[in-house]
């Protein structure tokens, strides 16, 4: 296993990896997902435990990274930076793609430094400078129109069609359904359903392209989501500023879980005022139980209030719909995993990590994976290539 690391050689084989945003492992039992099936009959059948927090931003950087939110930085879809008193939002484009928000090294870094090459249809963190490097390929999200599902499928291909020296060992992308869909409608749904089969077929049709190429036989193709989605009722809105006096508080930040940023000797109140609230869980940062991973980054608010499964901290309301963010150990919260090609093996494995999926792609390379919190999921690769 170890003699591969660290040098990439010239046979190694290719790697596909797209995730789908907002996939639940489970969707393929609930809806007709021929595709996906069929990778469970040739391939890995498994699903991802996501990260907490179990939102889009934290947990593609963490599959990118190998890292926690906690460790990598990105400690949700928005956050409080104390030190510099900046905001990172997702909707604030600036902050965004500002370098200084995103630690650790995504693989497209570690593979560029190591001389393989890659290209990245919109992964989180594909268009910031980190470490000062870019993927060889990749696109500005908010460089409209973007492309479509099926200008992304066409360019996987165009890459892999490139001459040997030019072509990209790792190929990454992403969709943004099944998650806008199931935010809306709530996973089940007519038009989840949907967007699911839609999925389904889509990867269908980039899998009959990868067939054709004359490489066929040496791409893996992963197929990954970063988080499931659970029903949420209008009901279920937790209002928590009336418990809290104004002089606490500097600022509160995100629904499922809310990062309260508060002033110097206030976090015990906050956490006294709030602790018996239903469906709520509170925590001052230092005590967050261990497994969620999250605390020790000056990012993370000074207390932690995380809804029960199927609640948000808002003031405002919430409609009928869907919601994740919530403990990562919920199944609801599980994320899918299909995989098939050359290096893996035919099995139906027990979820694991998703910071296991760096240093995955790592093995898969040949290359020395950068410090990060995940292993290789050995349970999941053929044999022979273990052997190797
Ligand atoms: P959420 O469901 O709140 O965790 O976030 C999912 C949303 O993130 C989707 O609706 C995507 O449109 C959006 N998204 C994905 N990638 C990016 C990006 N690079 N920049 C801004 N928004 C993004
Ligand atoms: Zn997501
Ligand atoms: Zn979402």
């Known amino acids: 296993v170890t003699a591969v690391l660290g040098s990439h050689a010239k046979n190694m084989h290719y790697t596909v990896i797209v995730s789908l945003d907002g996939c639940r492992w489970d969707y393929p039992q609930w809806y007709d997902t021929p595709f996906f099936d069929k990778m469970s009959t040739i391939g890995v059948e498994s699903g991802l435990i996501p990260s907490f927090p179990s939102k889009t931003f934290p947990n593609h950087y963490a599959l990118a990274t190998g890292l926690y939110p906690d460790h990598h930085g990105i400690i949700a879809n928005e956050f409080f930076d104390r030190e510099s008193g900046e905001y990172f939002s997702l909707g604030d484009p600036a902050q965004k793609i500002n370098p200084k928000f995103y630690g650790g090294e995504p693989i497209w870094v570690t593979a560029k430094k190591q001389g393989v090459r890659t290209a990245v249809f919109y992964w989180p963190g594909s268009d910031v400078k980190v470490k000062g490097m870019y993927p060889d390929l990749y696109y500005v999200y908010d460089q409209k129109p973007r492309l479509s599902s099926s200008e992304r499928i066409n360019g996987i291909i165009h890459q892999l069609q490139k001459p040997e020296k030019e072509r990209p060992h790792l190929i990454m992308a992403y969709f943004e359904q099944p998650d806008a869909n199931g935010h809306a409608f709530g996973p089940q749904s007519k038009e989840t359903r949907k967007a699911v089969v839609m999925v389904d077929s889509l990867m269908h049709e980039l899998y009959d392209k990868i067939q054709q190429l004359p490489i066929a036989q040496d791409i893996n193709f992963i197929v990954v989501s970063d988080h499931g989605m659970s029903w949420i009722a209008k009901a279920h809105a937790i209002p928590i500023a009336k418990y809290l006096k104004k002089d606490w508080v500097i600022k509160e930040s995100g629904s499922i879980p809310c990062n309260i940023y508060v002033?110097?000797?206030?976090?015990?109140?906050?956490?006294?005022?709030?602790?018996?609230?239903?469906?709520?869980?509170?925590?001052?940062?230092?005590?967050?139980?261990?497994?969620?991973?999250?605390?020790?980054?000056?990012?993370?608010?000074?207390?932690?209030?995380?809804?029960?499964i199927g609640y948000s901290v808002t003031e405002g309301t919430v409609k009928d719909g869907g919601q994740h963010g919530y403990d990562p150990n919920l199944m609801d919260m599980h994320a899918l995993f299909r995989a098939i090609g050359p290096d893996f093996r035919h099995v139906n494995a027990p979820h694991f990590k998703n910071v296991d999926v760096y240093p995955l792609l790592c093995f898969l390379l040949g290359i020395q994976p950068a410090p990060n919190d995940g292993q290789v999921p050995m349970e999941i690769l053929n044999p022979k290539t273990l052997r190797k």
């Open 263 to 308: 002033r110097d000797h206030c976090a015990d109140s906050v956490v006294n005022a709030l602790k018996d609230v239903a469906h709520l869980k509170v925590w001052k940062k230092e005590e967050i139980p261990a497994y969620l991973h999250y605390g020790s980054n000056s990012r993370v608010g000074d207390v932690v209030a995380l809804p029960d």
